[in-house]
């Protein structure tokens, strides 16, 4: 697995077009920021040692942003799915 940032190092990856509930980005290369809004998803990111929390949002609602050695391209294909089975959105339309 390559470590190189994609072409545009600024694209950024949301999760069933929701980026406000959970997205992620390339910020330099390998290390990559995972952002989310929902308490239980940034709960779950804590509790791995390979997230670390580097920012959180002080106005205008829960934000909290995490940093992980894992490519944009892994977050992508692994993690970003993994989270969306794990945390359905709450309104979703069955």
């Known amino acids: 697995m390559s470590n190189q ?3 545009n190092p600024f694209e950024t990856v949301f999760e069933s077009g929701d980026r406000d ?3 992620a980005w390339a ?3 390998g290390k990559t ?9 940034a709960q779950h990111l804590t509790r791995n040692k390979e997230f670390r ?5 002080v106005k205008g609602g829960y934000l909290k942003i995490f940093s992980t050695p ?3 391209d892994w ?3 692994n993690l970003l799915p993994q989270l969306t089975l794990k945390f359905p959105r709450k309104n979703a339309l069955s």
Request: charge should be positive; hydrophobic fraction near 45%.
């Open 5 to 7: 940032l994609p072409a």
């Open 21 to 23: 509930r959970l997205c």
């Open 27 to 29: 910020v330099s290369e």
């Open 33 to 41: 920021w995972v952002q989310t809004r929902e308490p239980a998803i």
């Open 53 to 57: 929390l580097v920012a959180t949002g």
């Open 70 to 72: 894992y490519t944009l």
């Open 75 to 77: 977050v992508r294909k």
